[in-house]
C-alpha cells in the first residue's frame, strides 16, 4: 500500500541553520510526489513537486528512490519559513494525493 | 476572484444530525477532493471525484456521502453514522491529474 511518513511532528531551529524536513515513502512503481506548506492563517498550498526539480523560497527536495525518501532542504532557515510541511505522493491509480502527517517547522532567531 | 470556497468556515451539530459543507470552485478544475485534517493525524482522504456524476471512495469514507452534479460543486453531507465527526475538513480542486492542489479555506465542524 501507498504511504507517506514523516516522521518528525516538530523540528526547531535556529534563523540561519541548516533545516532538513524527512519524508520516506512506500510505493510501488515510479512515485511522484510533493511538498505541500500551510503558513499561519493561510491555505495549504503546494511548495514544490519533484518533477521540476526547481528550488522555491531556497527550498530543494531530491527524490532518492533507493533510500525511498524525498526530504526538503534549505541551507539557511528563516523566520517566515515557520508553517506546517506536508510530504505527498500521487496513489496508485494516479488520481489523488496521499499525504503524510506533517512536519511543524519554527524557526527562531 | 477565482478560487475554492468553503462554507460554513465553522458548524455545530448535536449528535445524530445530518451536516452538509459545501464546496465550490470556479477554476475550471474536473477533479475535486475531501480531506479530513486532525491534529497529528495529517490530511485523510474521504471521498474524490474525477468528473461530474462520479466518485470514488478514499481512505476514510464511512459515514460520509458525496455527490458530483456540478462541475463547480462537490457537496460533503458528514451523516450521524460517523462517528468522530468533529474535525476540519478542507476541499481541494485540481486538473484531472492531481498535482498542484487548491485548497479551500476549511470547514470546522464541531458536534456538541
Known amino acids: 500500500a501507498q504511504r507517506v511518513t514523516q516522521p518528525e511532528k516538530l523540528l526547531s531551529v535556529f534563523k540561519g541553520a541548516p533545516v532538513e524536513l524527512k519524508c520516506n515513502y512506500s510505493y510501488s512503481g515510479s512515485p511522484e510526489l510533493f511538498w505541500y506548506v500551510q503558513y499561519s492563517r493561510q491555505r495549504l498550498q503546494l511548495l514544490l513537486r519533484h518533477i521540476s526539480r526547481e528550488s522555491i523560497k531556497g527550498f530543494t527536495a531530491d527524490l532518492n528512490k533507493g533510500e525511498t525518501s524525498f526530504h526538503l532542504k534549505k541551507p539557511f532557515a528563516q523566520e517566515e519559513d515557520s508553517a506546517m510541511y506536508y510530504c505527498?505522493?500521487?496513489?496508485?491509480?494516479?488520481?489523488?494525493?496521499?499525504f503524510g502527517k506533517g512536519t511543524t517547522l519554527s524557526v527562531s532567531s | 476572484d477565482g478560487g475554492i470556497t468553503q462554507s460554513p468556515k465553522y458548524l455545530f451539530r448535536k449528535e445524530g444530525q445530518n451536516v452538509t459543507l459545501s464546496c465550490e470552485q470556479n477554476l475550471n478544475h474536473d477533479a475535486m477532493y475531501w480531506y479530513r485534517q486532525d491534529p497529528g493525524q495529517g490530511l485523510r482522504l474521504i471521498y474524490y471525484s474525477q468528473i461530474v456524476n462520479d466518485f470514488q471512495k478514499g481512505d476514510i469514507a464511512e459515514g460520509y456521502s458525496v455527490s458530483r452534479e456540478k462541475k463547480e460543486s462537490f457537496p460533503l453531507t458528514v451523516t450521524s453514522a460517523q462517528k468522530n465527526p468533529t474535525a476540519f475538513y478542507l476541499c481541494?480542486?485540481?486538473?484531472?491529474?492531481?498535482?498542484?492542489?487548491?485548497f479551500g479555506e476549511g470547514s470546522r465542524l464541531t458536534v456538541l
Open positions: 505527498a505522493l500521487h496513489n496508485q491509480a494516479g488520481t489523488a494525493l496521499i
Open positions: 481541494a480542486s485540481s486538473p484531472t491529474r492531481p498535482g498542484e492542489l487548491f
